[in-house]
């Protein structure tokens, strides 16, 4: 059974940090990671992605400000957010691309969401 569980978001000001976690479990090839947010009558938004071999991606919105890593041995990753914004207000969503067994085909799978509020 695949399970994806974050951790780490709470409240927080204006400038300060998060860091979130997703540890995963029954994936035994994850082959990209990421971070996904939605905000109250917003679409989900793609934050951050890395790749197996550490290749990241992030949304103008966040470049400079978030740092996204993965431990490859803990199946885990984290998304490290610095000068948070009123506006990074969201439920962040941890998500992984893999393949549960080795016959099995590739699926993106989704966790059950973190809140993160910053406040003014």
């Known amino acids: 059974q695949v399970q994806l569980v974050e951790s780490g978001g709470g409240l927080v000001q204006a400038g300060g940090s998060l860091r979130l976690s997703c540890a995963t479990s029954?994936?035994?090839?994850?082959?990209?990671m990421g971070w996904y947010r939605q905000a109250p009558g917003k679409q989900r938004e793609l934050v951050a992605t890395i790749t197996k071999g550490g290749t990241t991606n992030y949304v103008d919105s966040v470049k400079g400000r978030v740092t996204i890593s993965r431990d490859n041995a803990k199946n885990t990753v984290y998304l490290q957010m610095n000068s948070l914004k009123p506006e990074d207000t969201a439920v962040y969503y941890c998500n992984a691309v893999g393949r549960t067994s080795s016959w099995s085909r590739e699926k993106m799978y989704w966790g059950q969401g973190t809140q993160v509020t910053v406040s003014s």
């Open positions: 029954g994936i035994v090839s994850i082959n990209v």
